[in-house]
């Protein structure tokens, strides 16, 4: 079935810097949402993003869809160490979600 | 505030032997899920239910099966446990439709050896 890639798998960054991760289709999605997972947590559910060209913010995160509807990117502005976690993609269709593989991002005070 | 809790945060089993592993949501939710994740290769779907007593196979169901005899409840089930499944397990719940998003709970980390 329908695969989303997720790039990159691990991600270090300084505090401060800025972060992005990319999830990628070879198919036209319907929707695409976005999960962040502490450390030692469970994924909790940040956005949903379903126009094609959609952006949307969240204080230091920008989401946005792609215009053809087969990408969407999680940018981060200046990360904090709160920052810290695994941020998974996943698109909905039939009631399941499918998960890109996530990306792990650690930042370093 | 919702609410989906598992029975066991960790667990320990041997080989062979069968495991329950139980999903409890508060929030009346039509949708279950069970997820297993495992490093590199994200959360993967392991069988879902849209109703009471209905499943359906996820993307890896060999190995597994479920149960779902009340709405709120949703049980996973290892036959015979083998080390391959060694494992951190979600549960997670929905309401019905595309649009939604997933509640999970806190994860078992289930150890076969």
């Known amino acids: 079935g329908q695969q989303v890639m997720q790039i990159p798998q691990y991600q270090h960054v300084q505090e401060g810097e800025d972060f992005t991760t990319y999830c990628n289709s070879s198919t036209t999605l319907s929707n695409i949402q976005w999960y962040k997972q502490r450390p030692g947590g469970h994924p909790v559910f940040l956005i949903q993003?379903?126009?094609?060209?959609e952006v949307k913010k969240q204080k230091r995160l920008t989401f946005q869809f792609g215009e053809a509807k087969k990408n969407s990117s999680l940018h981060i502005t200046a990360t904090q160490t709160t920052d810290v976690g695994t941020y998974f993609c996943?698109?909905?269709?039939?009631?399941?979600?499918?998960f890109g593989g996530g990306t792990r991002l650690m930042v370093k005070p | 505030d919702v609410k989906v809790t598992q029975s066991s945060r960790y667990l320990v089993k041997r080989t062979g032997e069968k495991v329950f592993l139980e999903c409890v949501q508060d929030?009346?939710?039509?949708?279950m899920f069970w997820y297993r994740q495992d490093p590199g290769l994200g959360l993967r779907l392991i069988y879902f239910?849209?109703?009471?007593?209905?499943?359906e196979k996820g993307d890896i169901p060999e190995g597994y099966s479920v149960s779902r005899e009340k709405k709120e409840r949703f049980s996973l089930i290892l036959e015979s446990a083998s080390t391959n499944q060694t494992s951190m397990y979600l549960c997670?719940?929905?309401?019905?439709?595309?649009?939604?998003?997933?509640?999970f709970g806190p994860g078992t980390r289930l150890t076969v050896t």
């Open positions: 996943a698109y909905n269709a039939g009631n399941m979600l499918t």
């Open positions: 239910s849209y109703d009471v007593k209905m499943k």
């Open positions: 929030m009346d939710h039509e949708n």
């Open positions: 993003l379903v126009k094609s060209g």
């Open positions: 997670a719940s929905s309401s019905p439709g595309i649009l939604v998003e997933q509640y």
